[in-house]
T-cell receptor
Framework: DAKTTQPTSMDCAEGRAANLPCNHSTISGNEYVYWYRQIHSQGPQYIIHGLKNNETNEMASLIITEDRKSSTLILPHATLRDTAVYYCIVRVGPSEGAQKLVFGQGTRLTINP | DAGVIQSPRHEVTEMGQEVTLRCKPISGHDYLFWYRQTMMRGLELLIYFNNNVPIDDSGMPEDRFSAKMPNASFSTLKIQPSEPRDSAVYFC?????????????FGDGTRLSIL
């Protein structure tokens, strides 16, 4: 699976949009971008995933560049409860062995009041 | 629906003792994963099962670790004998693969301390 690069930490003011970048310059054509987050003392929580089109759900939006070498997770109106470590993961689509998730160090996002 | 359920939430035991961690996946899920998280190494995949069969155990650190899945609703991760360096948070996750990229759902973990 392609390697990802994320900033170690970020800060955002409560109520503002939080934009978390991820670089995945070696991504292959059949690899998806997944985002998970881990709030302190809890298990990782799935947020969103995409292949090449932008995606939106009730939690966040995912913007993938046209060349697919980078993406941005957007939390439109950050709250204090969004303080967590955010992981960007790239993995292949449906195929045997594609279930494995490789977690990097992630971005520690702090939402400030 | 209930999520992935792990027990116990916390375990403190002495070095050399046998430790058994338990996991109940989400009903209908056909994949089950065991992860370990430490400050030094982050979140690592230990082993995963598909339809109760172990598929990849390359992440299991050594022979002291073993995992079983006797049926679709239960799995165990056993450490025997335990050592202080096994202290970590152990997570279980499950997913349904199907034909689309279904995400993994994680339990709240077992915080293990080996004295």
């Amino acid at each position: 699976d392609a390697k990802t690069t994320q900033p170690t930490s970020m800060d955002c003011a409560e109520g503002r949009a939080a934009n978390l970048p991820c670089n995945h310059s070696t991504i292959s054509g059949n690899e998806y971008v997944y985002w998970y987050r881990q709030i302190h003392s809890q298990g990782p929580q799935y947020i969103i995933h995409g292949l090449k089109n932008n995606e939106t759900n009730e939690m966040a939006s995912l913007i993938i560049t046209e060349d697919r070498k980078s993406s941005t997770l957007i939390l439109p109106h950050a709250t204090l409860r969004d303080t967590a470590v955010y992981y960007c993961i790239v993995r292949v689509g449906p195929s045997e062995g594609a279930q494995k998730l490789v977690f990097g160090q992630g971005t520690r996002l702090t939402i400030n009041p | 629906d209930a999520g992935v359920i792990q027990s116990p939430r916390h375990e403190v035991t002495e070095m050399g003792q046998e430790v058994t961690l338990r996991c109940k996946p989400i009903s209908g899920h056909d994949y089950l994963f065991w992860y370990r998280q430490t400050m030094m190494r982050g979140l690592e995949l230990l082993i995963y099962f598909n339809n109760n069969v172990p598929i990849d155990d390359s992440g299991m650190p050594e022979d002291r670790f073993s995992a079983k899945m006797p049926n679709a609703s239960f799995s165990t991760l056993k450490i025997q004998p335990s050592e202080p360096r096994d202290s970590a948070v152990y997570f279980c996750a499950s997913s349904f693969w199907g034909r689309t990229n279904q995400p993994q759902h994680f339990g709240d973990g077992t915080r293990l301390s080996i004295l």
